[in-house]
């Protein structure tokens, strides 16, 4: 190769190296990334305590159950009203000590409908919780591939960075981003979407999501 090539071809390199530099600097300027690149970041907690149908079937369920253990509580009322009127039976009476029976029998029962009213209401709040958690995961993942991520970490929530208890050490030790670009987060765009799918109830039962 003579020298004269030589120097050509070594200016041509140069030339396409910093054509090439100049496209990259363009791009991400403009906000383009190389493929593979694209990051977001979400509050799930965030995006799940604004997610519409979580109030919705929350408040459902609260009415539902309180209205149960009203009823119950009244009935455990009148139970001890009834057990004030063995004021005027003789305590060492049959009646006496069969009707006191009776009465201790029925709260009792009284008792463990309410245990299993506040137990099931609690689990039915579980399963909303868990169930509303795979729906967000299942959008995130639709919202990434729609939008092109390749990654979606998730971010802390604003209610843990506020807690006045929070230890510093511990949090700083437990946590995994650091920092991250606003633009990059995709927590509001998730509720947006969720809650734009979302048919409120119509009868207070919950609701379902729209087709999209």
Do not use: W
């Amino acid at each position: 190769m003579s020298r004269s090539t030589f120097v050509l071809t070594i200016s041509l390199a140069a030339l396409l190296l910093a054509g090439a530099l100049v496209l990259d600097s363009t791009r991400r300027a403009a906000g383009d990334e190389p493929a593979g690149s694209k990051i977001g970041y979400v509050d799930v907690t965030k995006v799940f305590n604004g997610y519409s149908k979580v109030n919705d079937r929350k408040t459902a369920l609260e009415a539902r159950y309180k209205a149960e253990a009203d009823r119950l509580k009244v009935e455990d009322a009148a139970i001890q009203e009834e057990g004030k009127k063995l004021e005027l039976v003789n305590p060492s009476s049959q009646s006496y000590i069969e009707t006191v029976r009776d009465l201790q029998e029925r709260r009792y029962k009284v008792g463990l409908k309410l245990q299993l009213t506040q137990r099931e209401f609690a689990l039915d709040v579980s399963e909303l919780t868990k169930s509303t958690y795979l729906e967000v995961l299942r959008e995130i993942e639709t919202f990434a591939k729609r939008a092109g991520y390749q990654l979606v970490f998730k971010i802390d929530s604003e209610e843990v960075l506020e807690n006045p208890d929070l230890d510093p050490i511990q949090y700083v030790s437990n946590r995994q981003i650091l920092f991250h670009a606003e633009g990059r987060d995709i927590t509001a765009e998730l509720i947006q979407i969720l809650n734009r799918n979302y048919i409120p109830p119509a009868g207070g039962s919950g609701g379902e999501k729209k087709d999209r």
